[in-house]
C-alpha cells in the first residue's frame, strides 16, 4: 500500500517544488528587473514651480531643470505633464486628481549615475529653488532586494523541506517493502546475498517510482505555472506571450532536474534505510 | 575445518531492547570438525541442534566464545566477507525456506545467481541436480504445488548446487520416504567423499546407524558426546 502511495506522494512534493523553484527564479527575475529601474531613478518635487527662483529669470522648475541638464551624474531629465502627475496621484486622490485645488508640486524624472546619495545636488538645487526634494530609488532598491532575497530563502526552504518530506515517504514505502518481504530477504541473505544485492534491488525499485511520481508532478505544476508567468509578466516588464517561451529559461533547465533529483533521494534513501535494517541480519 | 572454541549462545529477544536476552541456548560449547570431516549433530527436541547449525552458518554470533569456519575466525569477519563465506556453505532447513514465488529451477539457480555463475552454468547444474533429486518434470513448478518431501528435495537441491565446502543439513530426511532418504544420503556421503565437510542434525537414530559416523550428541545446550 505504501509502496503504491509513494509516486503520488512524490508527485505532490514534485508538485511543490516546482512551484517553489519558478518562485526562486521569479523572485530573482523581478529583483533585477525591479532593483536596476528603481535603483538609478532620481525623482525632484519642485513646490511652486512656476513661481520665481531665488536667483536669475527663470521659475523654479525651469531652474532646477537647468541645474539638473547641466549635472554630470545626471541624464534624461524631464519634466512630467501634468496628465502624467495627475496618474501618479491617482491612487492617493482619485480620478479627480487634477480637478482638485491642491498646491502639486512639479515633477521631474532623471536617471541618477552618481555613486552615492545626491547631497550636493539637493543643495545646488534648493539653493535656486527651496524646498525641492530630490530622491533616488536606492532605498527602494535595497528593500526590494531583502524582500525578494526573503523570497528566494523562503522557496530554497521548502525545497528542503520538501526534499525531506519526500525522503520519509520513501523511508516508510521501503521499510513497509522490507516488512513485506522479510522472509525471502533473509533467505536470500542466508544464501550468502551482499547487502548491496539486496540494497540495490530495493533502490532501484525506489528511484523508479521517485522519477515517475516527479514527471508527472512537474508535468501538473506546468499549466499553473504557465498561469502565474501570464500574471507576472506586466510586473518583469515581458510582454505576454504564448508557449514555451513564456516561462524563463531558467526553470525549462531547472524542471527537468526535479525527476532526476526525486530518483536520486529515492535511490540514496532506499539504500540508507535496506542497509540499516540488514544490519539487525547477522 | 569447523571449531568451537568455548561458545555461549543467547538469543536476542525480537521487538525488545537491544540488551534484552533469552537463557542460554548454548552453553561452553567446545568441538573440532576436520575439513572433510563427517558428523552426526543429534540430541532431544530443544536440545539446541538447530542453535549450533545457526552458528556454523552465521545466522547468529555466539554471545562468547570463538568459532572457525573454513579457516575464518567468525568474529571478525566484515559483512562482505560473510557473505562470501556463506556461499562456501550449503544449508539444508528444517522448514525448507524455499522462495514461493520462484519456480522449483529457480529456487535451486539462486545460490548460483548470487555468486553470479552464468547462465549456462547455471542451467546445466540446476537442471542435472533436479533430475537427480527426481524433479527434472517439475521445474517450473512452485514450491506451494509440490509435496513436503519433493520441496524437501528443491531445499536439498539448493544446498548443495553451490557445491559447497561445508554442508549443513538439518532434519533432512524428516520429509522423505526410505528410497528418497537413502538417495540423499549417498548424495551427502558423496560429497562427504569429495573432501565436503558435513554435519546433519537428526533425531533419527536409525539414520545414524545406518551411516555410521563421529556423532556429537547435546543435552540442555551442552555437548554431552563428541566421537
Do not use: C
Amino acid at each position: 500500500m505504501a509502496e503504491r502511495l509513494t509516486p503520488i506522494l512524490v508527485a505532490a512534493m514534485s508538485f511543490l517544488a516546482a512551484l517553489a523553484i519558478a518562485g526562486s527564479l521569479a523572485a530573482a527575475s523581478l529583483a533585477g528587473e525591479w532593483t536596476q529601474n528603481t535603483g538609478t531613478a532620481l525623482t525632484v518635487q519642485v513646490p511652486n514651480p512656476t513661481d520665481n527662483a531665488a536667483y536669475g529669470k527663470a521659475t523654479r522648475l525651469q531652474a532646477v531643470l537647468k541645474i539638473l541638464q547641466a549635472a554630470q551624474n545626471v541624464s534624461a531629465a524631464r519634466a512630467l505633464s501634468g496628465d502624467e502627475v495627475n496618474t501618479l496621484l491617482q491612487p492617493w486622490l482619485g480620478a479627480d486628481a487634477g480637478k482638485l485645488a491642491l498646491p502639486v508640486p512639479a515633477v521631474i524624472s532623471a536617471v541618477w549615475t552618481g555613486a552615492g546619495p545626491p547631497d550636493d545636488l539637493r543643495g545646488a538645487l534648493n539653493a535656486v529653488a527651496p524646498g525641492t526634494l530630490a530622491e533616488t530609488g536606492a532605498r527602494w532598491a535595497a528593500r526590494v532586494a531583502a524582500l525578494t532575497g526573503s523570497l528566494q530563502a523562503s522557496a530554497v526552504s521548502v525545497l528542503f523541506i520538501v526534499a525531506l518530506v519526500a525522503a520519509a515517504i520513501i523511508s516508510v514505502a521501503t521499510h513497509a517493502g522490507l516488512a513485506q518481504r522479510r522472509e525471502t530477504i533473509e533467505i536470500i541473505h542466508g544464501l550468502g546475498a551482499l547487502d548491496s544485492d539486496i540494497a540495490d534491488r530495493f533502490a532501484v525499485r525506489a528511484a523508479a517510482l521517485a522519477a515517475f511520481g516527479a514527471l508527472i508532478g512537474t508535468a501538473a505544476a506546468l499549466p499553473v505555472l504557465f498561469w502565474l508567468a501570464a500574471l507576472a509578466a506586466p510586473f518583469s516588464g515581458v510582454l505576454p506571450v504564448q508557449g514555451a517561451t513564456q516561462l524563463p529559461f531558467a526553470l525549462w533547465v531547472a524542471l527537468p532536474a526535479v525527476p532526476v533529483v526525486a530518483a536520486f533521494i529515492g535511490w540514496t534513501t532506499s539504500q540508507i534505510t535496506v542497509r540499516g535494517w540488514l544490519r539487525r541480519l547477522v | 575445518m569447523v571449531r568451537f572454541d568455548h561458545v555461549w549462545l543467547k538469543y536476542r529477544r525480537e521487538g525488545e531492547a537491544s540488551l534484552a536476552l533469552s537463557p542460554d541456548v548454548i552453553m561452553d560449547m567446545s568441538f573440532a570438525i576436520p575439513e572433510g570431516g563427517f558428523r552426526w549433530l543429534t540430541g532431544a527436541s530443544g536440545a539446541g541442534k538447530t542453535s549450533v547449525l545457526k552458528l556454523m552458518y552465521l545466522a547468529e554470533h555466539p554471545t562468547q566464545g570463538r568459532i572457525e569456519l573454513l579457516g575464518t575466525n567468525a568474529a571478525r569477519v566484515s559483512r562482505r566477507e560473510a557473505a562470501m563465506l556463506r556461499r562456501r556453505i550449503g544449508v539444508v532447513y528444517q522448514d525448507f525456506r524455499l522462495l514461493g514465488h520462484l519456480s522449483a529451477y529457480d529456487n535451486v539457480a539462486l545460490p548460483m545467481r548470487l555468486a553470479r555463475k552464468s547462465e549456462g552454468q547455471v542451467r546445466a547444474d540446476v537442471t542435472e541436480l533436479l533430475r537427480w533429486v527426481g524433479l527434472s518434470g517439475k521445474l517450473e513448478r512452485r514450491p506451494a504445488e509440490l509435496s513436503g518431501g519433493e520441496q524437501q528435495r528443491i531445499a536439498i537441491a539448493r544446498a548443495v548446487v553451490g557445491r559447497p565446502k561445508l554442508l549443513l543439513a538439518d532434519e533432512p530426511t524428516g520429509n522423505l520416504d526410505e528410497e528418497q532418504a537413502e538417495r540423499l544420503m549417498a548424495l551427502i556421503t558423496g560429497l562427504n567423499g569429495m573432501g565436503t565437510t558435513v554435519v546433519v542434525a537428526t533425531h533419527n537414530l536409525s539414520l545414524v546407524e545406518r551411516y555410521p559416523a563421529p556423532r556429537m550428541e547435546i543435552a540442555a545446550g551442552r555437548l554431552v558426546t563428541d566421537g
